[in-house]
């Protein structure tokens, strides 16, 4: 149990374009799912965390109108990074919880966005 | 502030055993969770620790000391699968993960 799967894997995208990145509990409801990215040779770095049926919270630093966040439903997350610029290359990662606060995040695979 | 430190970069040769040590500072103590992170790959869960003392799984074990601020992940057997990242995250008093910058492990023949 306890699967994430996100969408797509990797994109590549022309600057000034906008691309959306899906995230899916596959086998659980998460009322809460979080968003990370991460540079190369980096730590993972929260960027927002995302609630279901409200805003998403976001973190110092992260422009809310640049990394639009909606969580829909409950199995659900969405991260769209809107007029993509070549230094949002990076490593997208969403994750999520089964239940409670003391489970471990469960991550999905990533996406690898490269903005050209 | 809040502070993860781990070793940046470690080697060890196959069949050997090696001990990746993590020592943190954060404001409140909910758990210490070590994930795996291969190359280009999102990390893996492997342990969870919020009590101190030792908790085996396989060929991983994870140690915890809440008054020293201080665990490891002990890895035995090891194998050339076993070479990735390993990052360590402390659950702060607002469940808020805290990630530290991970130690890439490399293994050898």
């Known amino acids: 149990g306890a699967v994430v799967s996100q969408h797509p894997s990797w994109v590549i995208c022309k600057s000034g374009t906008s691309v959306k990145i899906e995230c899916r509990s596959l086998d659980f409801q998460a009322t809460t799912m979080f968003w990370y990215r991460q540079f190369p040779k980096q730590s993972l770095m929260l960027m927002a965390t995302s609630n279901e049926g409200s805003k998403a919270t976001y973190e110092q630093g992260v422009e809310k109108d640049k990394f639009l966040i909606n969580h829909a439903s409950l199995t659900l997350s969405t991260l769209t990074v809107t007029s993509a610029h070549p230094e949002d290359s990076s490593f997208y990662i969403c994750?999520?919880?089964?239940?409670?606060?003391?489970?471990?995040?469960?991550f999905g695979n990533g996406t690898r966005l490269t903005v050209t | 502030g809040q502070n993860i430190d781990q070793p940046t970069e470690m080697t060890a040769t196959e069949g050997a055993i090696v001990q990746i040590n993590c020592t943190y500072q954060t404001s409140g103590f909910n758990g210490l969770f070590w994930y795996q992170q291969h190359a280009g790959e999102a990390p893996t869960f492997l342990s969870y620790n919020v009590l101190d003392g030792l908790e085996e799984k396989g060929r991983f074990s994870s140690f915890l000391s809440r008054s020293k601020g201080y665990s490891y992940l002990l890895l035995k057997e090891l194998q050339m699968k076993d070479s990735a990242s390993y990052l360590c995250a402390v659950m702060d008093s607002n469940y808020q993960l805290i990630w530290g910058a991970g130690t890439k492990l490399i293994i050898k023949p």
């Open positions: 994750s999520a919880r089964i239940q409670g606060e003391y489970s471990p995040l469960h």
